[in-house]
């Protein structure tokens, strides 16, 4: 089971944290990836961190402004929001999928995550 949480409102320019906690025999052998929601649109990758923590991979829409990282001993993924814009606004998903020991590869598309949180809502103001 995965729970995202850290969601909220906040001004344009802001920092938000959301975190994901994987709960579950094995976290640890699972890549974690965050993908948004946002009214009217398609969900869409955001960024995504392998088993061992050591790739990662971010949509260009984010890239500079956000930072995936994994706490092993917590079994939570977080994903520091910064330099936040209005069209970030959206319901915010942890997904993740077991993959293999050594597979570094993290995917983009929500077909080859198995679980999935209940979404957290960001909310970004001009």
């Known amino acids: 089971q995965l729970q995202a949480s850290g969601g909220g409102l906040v001004q344009a320019g802001g920092s938000l944290r959301l975190s994901c906690v994987i709960s579950?025999?094995?976290?640890?052998?699972?890549?974690v990836a965050w993908f948004r929601q946002a009214p009217g649109k398609e969900r869409e990758f955001v960024g995504g961190?392998?088993?061992?923590?050591?790739?990662?991979d971010y949509a260009n829409s984010v890239k500079g402004r956000f930072t995936i990282s994994r706490v092993s001993t917590k079994n939570t993924v977080y994903l520091q929001m910064n330099s936040l814009k209005p069209e970030d606004t959206a319901v915010y998903y942890c997904?993740?999928?077991?993959?293999?020991?050594?597979?570094?590869?993290?995917?983009?598309?929500?077909?080859?995550?198995?679980?999935w949180g209940q979404g957290t809502q960001v909310t970004v103001s001009s």
């Open positions: 997904a993740s999928k077991q993959t293999i020991l050594g597979v570094e590869f993290i995917g983009t598309d929500t077909n080859e995550y198995n679980y």
């Open positions: 961190i392998s088993r061992s923590g050591g790739n990662t």
């Open positions: 579950g025999p094995s976290s640890s052998r699972y890549a």
